[in-house]
């Protein structure tokens, strides 16, 4: 699902414009931007914590020439969903996802 599908989906429930949905939907977005960018942690009750981590420098290769990289240290937002979200989630059952589950990377030697 796409933020345009979002916007017509809530649109369509509640009979207003798409424009207006659309408006408040990216207001939203850029709220929750702006808190992680000033705040570094926004949680939304019901939803989720969301929460700028850094990550430990580490290494990496090339795929191309194989050869070894060092990655640095960086900052990245990570998601922990709240009770209610992981509650519903749970009850998902693994054949009904759209994609396999991706393989757990191996470390570098």
């Known amino acids: 699902m796409t933020?345009?599908?979002?916007?017509?989906?809530?649109?369509?429930?509640l009979g207003v414009s798409q424009s207006l949905v659309y408006e408040v939907v990216q207001r939203t977005f850029d709220g929750i931007t702006e808190t992680l960018a000033a705040e570094h942690r926004i949680e939304l009750r019901n939803f989720g914590v969301f929460e700028i981590r850094l990550r430990a420098p580490r290494k990496a290769r090339n795929p191309r020439?194989?050869?070894?990289?060092d990655v640095p240290q960086r900052a990245a937002v990570s998601f922990k969903p709240g009770k209610e979200m992981a509650q519903r989630i749970a009850t998902i059952e693994p054949d009904q996802l759209a994609r396999p589950v991706a393989e757990t990377r191996c470390p570098v030697e």
């Open 3 to 13: 933020k345009k599908d979002i916007v017509k989906q809530i649109a369509s429930e």
């Open 65 to 69: 020439t194989n050869e070894r990289v």
